[in-house]
C-alpha cells in the first residue's frame, strides 16, 4: 500500500517531510478512544489529518473477521495509515507488531515505534525502544520513534536511522503540556529529521506552543478524543497547529525585561 495520500488540500510551500514524502497537514491523530466509528471519523476530518495512527494490538484494520473495520471508516487511499505499537512493553512485541501491520497492509513500512516501562506513567524503555528500532530499521521499516525528551537519545535514535524522532511533553494522557520546552528546543536545534511532540499536550495552546519551538509537528489522541466535543477540540488543535507554525516562521521578537515605545522619541523635535 502506498504511503502517499491523495490531499484534498492545495499544496503549500511549506510541507512537513517525513521519509520523502511531503504532507500538509503538521498534525498527526490518533485513532483510538472515541465514542465510535461516527465520532473517530468526524473528528478526524476535523483536524485536517493526513496521517493517522493505528493501535494494532487495539484496533480491527483486518485482523478480526466479522468487526468493524477502521479501513472502511478511514479509507487508506485518503490518509496515510501509521500504525503503531502502543500496549508493547518489549522489544520483541513491538517487532512482532510491527510485522503484522505490515502484513496487514499489504507491504507498509512506516510504523510509530513505542516501547513502554510500566503500566502507571507509559514512560518509554529506551533501552527496549532502541534495540526494537535497530531491529526494525535493519528490516526495512521506516520508523518514527516515541522517546522520552532526553536530546542525547533523540539525536542516537536519528543517527540510527529513524526518519522521525517524537518526544514527549509529558506522560502519555496527562495533558500536562509541554513540561521541558528547553529539552524540546534543543533536540529541535540538533536534529536533521523531523521532530514531532508526542504525548502530553492537553489543549490547543500546547500544541502552539510545540510548533513555536521549531516541531515539525505534533501528534495526539487523548486531547481530541477525550475532550467533551472531540470534534470542535479536533477543529481547534488544527489552527493551533497552523497558527504556532506560522508564528515560528515569522519569528518573535525578543523577550525584554521593561517596554519599549512602539513608536522610539529619538530625534522628536517638541515645541
Do not use: W
Not at 140 to 168: H, Q, S, W
Not at 176 to 184: A, K, T, V
Amino acid at each position: 500500500m502506498s504511503s502517499v495520500m491523495k490531499p484534498a488540500i492545495p499544496r503549500t510551500a511549506d510541507p512537513l517531510l517525513i521519509d520523502g514524502v511531503e504532507y500538509q497537514s503538521r498534525l498527526l491523530v490518533g485513532t483510538g478512544k472515541y465514542k465510535d466509528m461516527d465520532e473517530t471519523r468526524a473528528a478526524i476530518e476535523a483536524s485536517g489529518a493526513e496521517i493517522i495512527t493505528v493501535a494494532i494490538r487495539r484496533t480491527n484494520i483486518g485482523q478480526h473477521a466479522g468487526e468493524p473495520n477502521l479501513l472502511d471508516v478511514l479509507p487508506p487511499d485518503r490518509y496515510t495509515y501509521l500504525p503503531n505499537t502502543a500496549g508493547c512493553y518489549s522489544a520483541e512485541d513491538a517487532v512482532r507488531t510491527c510485522r503484522l501491520a505490515r502484513e496487514l497492509l499489504d507491504g507498509h513500512n512506516l510504523v510509530k515505534l513505542e516501547v513502554l516501562g510500566d503500566e502507571k506513567t507509559l514512560f518509554p524503555d529506551i533501552t527496549q525502544t532502541l534495540e526494537a528500532a535497530r531491529t526494525l530499521i535493519n528490516d526495512g521499516f521506516r520508523v518514527m520513534v516515541y522517546t522520552n525528551d532526553d536530546p542525547i537519545i533523540a539525536k542516537r535514535l536519528e543517527d540510527m536511522g529513524c526518519v522521525a524522532v517524537m518526544p514527549l511533553a509529558a506522560p502519555i494522557g496527562s495533558g500536562l503540556g509541554i513540561r521541558n520546552p528547553y529539552n524540546i528546543l534543543t533536540i529541535v536545534e540538533n536534529a536533521s529529521v523531523p521532530i514531532l511532540v508526542d504525548a502530553g499536550v492537553g489543549c490547543a495552546s500546547d500544541a502552539a506552543i510545540a510548533m513555536e519551538l521549531g516541531c515539525g509537528g505534533v501528534l495526539m489522541n487523548t486531547a481530541i478524543a477525550g475532550a467533551q466535543n472531540p470534534v470542535l477540540m479536533a477543529s481547534a488543535m488544527k489552527k493551533a497547529i497552523e497558527a504556532g507554525r506560522e508564528s515560528f516562521l515569522a519569528g518573535r521578537i525578543p523577550r525584554k525585561r521593561f517596554a519599549s515605545a512602539s513608536s522610539p522619541l529619538d530625534g522628536t523635535f517638541f515645541g
